[in-house]
Every structure is written in structure tokens, then in C-alpha cells.
């Protein structure tokens, strides 16, 4: 039987022989990330897919990573596409480098996982919270339950973490604003550094 | 002999068939809001444009492709109508990475032998039935397995998808939304001189960036129109282009859904700020025997004023992380060193999965654009090189131009083409 739910009035379902979205979203139900690690290459890799990208190995392994990381970009959406969506708006998808594995096997890689931005209770958040975040801000992992063996990993603010002083924002903050926040150039290259 | 000696991208090589085949002729529908017809009836349109422009009867074309995203008829249906029987034919799925590579697959079967003339078509209904910006049915199907790592996040429109490498961009080399936003300023300049242009009015960059955000750091401006119509591209062997009605525009170098490491959005390869055009530009320019330097007209795909951006850059218009500046110098406009999307493009002519773009480059190496400009008793238009406001947009001694299809920041296809000189 295919796992379905519905997740804010949209039908989700991972057939049978989806086994890798299977496994991966199953873990996610207890509260556990875990990602695949190719037996060979010993790298991780998300989301789940059919062989090691290093090594062309089916073989691996579901090992737990912590679920920490740094936003890396995001998206601020204010128009919304899905009718789910329409009364969330302004929410924000988070793609975060995970602390594991990062800048590894090369400089510029990252495990980037996605996920919106919610309370550490998986509600999303206020428009006033939203405009806190950014390029920077230090993030972990929630899980908000679809079914009882299917649930989604989403980001929230990590506030044991310490956190930048003001994370990389989009500088224009209201829609209807033509005077931005002149771009610090200097403070925005010690950051790409750091 | 090794592969690695096989010396693929030889500059000195005509073996990449540099010149031997042509755009004969190119045709398109009004960019429409409400067609009130299928895609099948403006396949059809657009087709006999083409075939009118090439001066082609049935029996000339025996070759058909189209792409889209199931949101169109297929070729045997099309052909039928337009009493045309096919030798070859394929309907393939992808959006604005293909015409590109749908002209290299032309080439390819030509010379293979299959057919000799292949008509390639784009029809949709992209405002009035399933809508480009991914709005109505796009957005209620259901999410399936790989689908829920991003749709259930609700991020699935295409602007939602790019986001991240757009602001990342603006992180990595301080790029500005002003900046940016001079791609809308060139192109609706461009569209003020051309009546087919589904929105003709000039904007200011003030304009752009005090338009409603849709989803940062787009805003209203910086998206493209969506609009119901179809186009086509006649390829043929050059010497056979000659015959026709209207000079051939010579493909000189293709190259089709070129991608990054993973195409796909698990981002585990590379800055996200470098986008395809990276890995395109080692295959087009030497297959050229051409460099950015030697373009006059750019086609860069604008489903966002980012985009055009973005390739520009990596395709080695200017330095990596200088786009930003190259789009606002006044480079790309009609009357600057080298004009992009001189028809409006898709921000403001009309959106065709990169069609239109190709269709206004061979119109520029023909030296016969269709702007206002007056024409002579010999049916020759008159080019005044004037660019004001309803004025001319045909660019002075067009002699080579480039295509960058752009489907995702991960998937491109480019091609550059030149003026026949026999």
C-alpha cells in the first residue's frame, strides 16, 4: 500500500517501490534524520536517490546526522502559487548546509536540505520573526507529523546556537519600498570568509 | 588513441557540421490573453507562418518536433492538418531549455538521412489554460514521492524554485535589485518598438523595484508575461536555405540541456550561484570558432530579469559575479555594444519557452526586423538605427548572435548563429 496524507489540504503519497522516499520520510516520523551514506565513498548524500553520486554504488546505509546547519539561501514567498499556501504567506523556505559533511568532497558542497521556517512547534512563523532571518542564521531540524509513519523535516531557529549578528537579508523588506538598506559590501565579504 | 585525445572541442574542425544547416524560416501566432482556440489550431497558425516566411509548400517540410510540458498537441495531428507527411517526428517534454537542442536534434536527423526539413513548434495556452506561472491546475495536482522535498514546502513555481541561486547570488557578489532590474528596463524598451509585443509600455527601474514582491527578490517586474500562442523554426541544410525566401540564419554551434552535476535541487554540487551556462560555454564557443567578444545581439532567457543575468554571466559575457554591472551599463540596450532580447523577450513580447528569442535573432541576421521602420517599393524595410520610443529595432550590421535557453539554474542550451555570407 502506498504511504498517503493530507498536509494542510494537500495529498501526499510515496508509492511502494519508492522505497528511498519510503525509508527517509518514515525515519523523519521518529524524529530521526537520517541520510543515506554510500558504502564505498563513506559520503552522505540528500534527499534519498538510487546510488552514490562519488561512486556509482547501490549499496548504503541510513545513518543519523544531527540535524544542524546554516541557512545558506532561502525563499520569501508573498504571492502564493498553492491554494494551501494562501493564507501562510509571507512564509520562507530554508535551504541550510547541514554542519555534517560540509565542504566536503569539494569546497563549495554542502548536504542543503530544505524545509520551511516554523516555531520549534512546527506552526509557521510571524512575518516578525521571518524578518530575524537570513544568510547565516543557525537553524535546526523539527518534524511535523503527516501520518503516523510519515512525517516532514522543516527548520526553525536554533536558539541554544549563537547566532550571527545580523544575518544576509534580502534589502528590501516591505513591498513597496524603493530606499533600501545600502549593501554593506565589506561586512558581506567577511561573512563569505567566515 | 585515448578519449581524452580525441580532441572533442577542436576550434579548427568542421566536424560539428559549423554552417552546414540554417534557419530557412520562422513564424509565430499574435501573443494572445483568451485564444479561444487549441494548441492544435495554433500550432497550425504559427506553422504556416513559417512555411509562408520560408515560401514552403507542404512536400518541402517531412520533419516535425515540439516540446512542452503535456500541455500541447503532437506533431502527427498537426502535420495531418497541414497536409504535410513526415518522415521523422518527436514530441518531447521540456520547456526553455529546448529549442536549442531541439535544432540540434534537427540537424542531427538531417544528416543522418532521415528527413530533410524539420518544422519545430511550441504551442501552448500559458495564460488561459495551463498557466505558466504554475497557478490553477499546476498547483493542485498531487505531490508524488521526490515532489514532496519541495512542493510540500510550497515551493514549486518556477520563480519559488530559483529563488535561492537569485538571492545567493546577491549574497556572493553584491548584486542589486536596481541592478537587476535594468533587464526589465532594456527589454520593455525593446518591446515599445514592436507592435507584437504583448506589453509595450517602457518602465523605469523605480518601476520595477516598488512593484509588489512576489517572492524575493522577484518582483512583479522582474517576472515574465504569460501568454497563449505558438511559434516555429524551420531547419534545413544551408545550401537548400538559399532557395528560400528569406536569407538563412547559419547555426554555427549548438548545444542542448547542458546541465550541472545534479540538474535536480539537491544543490550537493557547486556554488548555487553559478548556474549551466558554466559547462555550455566549453561546448559553444569553440564549436563556434566564436567568442562572447564576437556577438552584437544576446538572447538570454528572461523568464526573470535573473536569468538573463545569470547567463550572461557564465556563458563569459563579462567576469563571474559582474552581471549585475554588464546588465545595467547600458550594454545590453538597443544602441549599446551588444543588445539582448531586442523583441521584448519573455518579460514583454509574449512566453514561448524561448521560441520568440530565436525568431528574433534570425530576423536580425536577415537585417529585416518587423519594427515601424518605413519599407521601399522593393518591400525592403528602411532601418532608420533610431531607437526612440516606437521607433526602430533593428541593430545596425547584426552579424553573429547567441541563444541561452535556460530551463532551471541547472539545465541550459545555447546557440550561436550568423549571417549567411556566400
Redesign the interface.
Known amino acids: 500500500m502506498p504511504i498517503e496524507g493530507d498536509?494542510m489540504g494537500?495529498?501526499?503519497?510515496?508509492?511502494d517501490l519508492?522505497s528511498e522516499?519510503r525509508d527517509f520520510?518514515r525515519y523523519c516520523s521518529k524524529k530521526e534524520f537520517r541520510l543515506q551514506r554510500g558504502k564505498q565513498s563513506g559520503l552522505l548524500?540528500?534527499?534519498p536517490?538510487t546510488a552514490c553520486?562519488w561512486t556509482r554504488d547501490r549499496e548504503s546505509e541510513w545513518i543519523p546526522v544531527e540535524g544542524k546547519g546554516t541557512v545558506?539561501?532561502?525563499?520569501?514567498?508573498?504571492?502564493?502559487?498553492?491554494?494551501?499556501?494562501k493564507d501562510?504567506v509571507p512564509?520562507m523556505?530554508i535551504?541550510a548546509d547541514l554542519d555534517t559533511q560540509k565542504g566536503q568532497p569539494?569546497e563549495?558542497?554542502?548536504?542543503?536540505v530544505?524545509?520551511?521556517l516554523m516555531t520549534e512547534d512546527g506552526e509557521f512563523v510571524s512575518p516578525e520573526i521571518i524578518k530575524t532571518v537570513g544568510?547565516g542564521t543557525r537553524v535546526k531540524l523539527i518534524y511535523v507529523q503527516v501520518t503516523n509513519e510519515f512525517a516532514?523535516p522543516?527548520w526553525t531557529i536554533d536558539e541554544s546556537a549563537e547566532q550571527p549578528f545580523e544575518p544576509?537579508r534580502?534589502?528590501?523588506e516591505g513591498?513597496?519600498?524603493?530606499n533600501?538598506r545600502k549593501?554593506d559590501?565589506s561586512s558581506?565579504l567577511c561573512?563569505?570568509e567566515a | 588513441m585515448t578519449i581524452s585525445s580525441l580532441n572533442e572541442h577542436d576550434a579548427n574542425s568542421n566536424k560539428y557540421l559549423r554552417g552546414k544547416y540554417s534557419i530557412c524560416g520562422v513564424g509565430e501566432t499574435t501573443y494572445l490573453r483568451g485564444s479561444t482556440q487549441s494548441t492544435r489550431s495554433l500550432a497550425t497558425w504559427a506553422i504556416s507562418n513559417a512555411m509562408e516566411d520560408a515560401g514552403m509548400k507542404s512536400d518541402d517540410v517531412d520533419g516535425m518536433l515540439s516540446y512542452s510540458g503535456n500541455d500541447s498537441t503532437f506533431a502527427p495531428s498537426v502535420a495531418g492538418d497541414l497536409g504535410i507527411r513526415l518522415n521523422f517526428y518527436m514530441d518531447v517534454h521540456g520547456g526553455g531549455s529546448s529549442i536549442e537542442a531541439l535544432i540540434g536534434i534537427a540537424m542531427g536527423v538531417i544528416e543522418a538521412g532521415m528527413c530533410k526539413t524539420v518544422a519545430i513548434y511550441r504551442a501552448m495556452n500559458g495564460y488561459s489554460a495551463v498557466r505558466i506561472g504554475g497557478t490553477g491546475a499546476r498547483s493542485a495536482a498531487p505531490i508524488l514521492g521526490d515532489q514532496i522535498h519541495h512542493r510540500a514546502y510550497g515551493w514549486q513555481s518556477a520563480g519559488q524554485m530559483f529563488a535561492p541561486t537569485f538571492l545567493r547570488h546577491m549574497y556572493d557578489y553584491g548584486t542589486t535589485p536596481e541592478q537587476v532590474a535594468a533587464v526589465k528596463v532594456a527589454h520593455s524598451k525593446h518591446a515599445s518598438n514592436n507592435h507584437k509585443a504583448y506589453y509595450k509600455k517602457r518602465y523605469t527601474v523605480e518601476e520595477v523595484v516598488s512593484s509588489r514582491i512576489i517572492c524575493k527578490p522577484l518582483h512583479l517586474l522582474d517576472c515574465c508575461v504569460e501568454t497563449d500562442n505558438a511559434t516555429c523554426i524551420i531547419v534545413t541544410r544551408t545550401e537548400r536555405a538559399r532557395d528560400c525566401l528569406n536569407p538563412p540564419a547559419v547555426i554555427q554551434s549548438v548545444v542542448g540541456r547542458c546541465c550541472k552535476p545534479r540538474s535536480d535541487m539537491h544543490y550537493q554540487h557547486g556554488p548555487i550561484s553559478t548556474v549551466a551556462g558554466h559547462y555550455a560555454r566549453d561546448i559553444l564557443w569553440p564549436n563556434a570558432g566564436l567568442g562572447p567578444e564576437d556577438v552584437d545581439i544576446t538572447g538570454s532567457y528572461d523568464a526573470f530579469t535573473f536569468t538573463t543575468m545569470l547567463q550572461l554571466e557564465d556563458y563569459g559575457f563579462c567576469k563571474k559575479g559582474e552581471g549585475g554591472e554588464y546588465v545595467s551599463n547600458g550594454t545590453i540596450e538597443l544602441g549599446g555594444r551588444r543588445p539582448n532580447n531586442t523583441s521584448g523577450g519573455h518579460l514583454c513580447e509574449g512566453y514561448t519557452h524561448g521560441m520568440n528569442m530565436v525568431i528574433e535573432n534570425t530576423r536580425q541576421l536577415r537585417g529585416n526586423v518587423d519594427c515601424s521602420c518605413p519599407i521601399d517599393k522593393n518591400g525592403r524595410r528602411q532601418h532608420t538605427y533610431n531607437y526612440k520610443e516606437g521607433g526602430c529595432r533593428q541593430v545596425k550590421n547584426a552579424e553573429v548572435t547567441a541563444n541561452l535557453g535556460w530551463a532551471m539554474p541547472g539545465t541550459g542550451s545555447a546557440m550561436v548563429m550568423a549571417k549567411d555570407h556566400r
Open positions: 498536509y494537500m495529498i501526499l503519497t510515496i508509492e519508492d522516499n520520510f548524500r540528500y534527499p536517490t553520486p545558506h539561501s532561502y525563499v520569501e514567498v508573498h504571492h502564493p502559487i498553492q491554494p494551501s499556501f501562510k512564509y523556505i535551504l569539494t563549495h558542497e554542502a548536504l542543503r530544505a524545509g520551511n544568510i516532514l522543516h544576509w534580502y534589502p528590501q513591498s513597496n519600498l524603493i533600501f549593501l559590501m558581506s561573512f563569505l
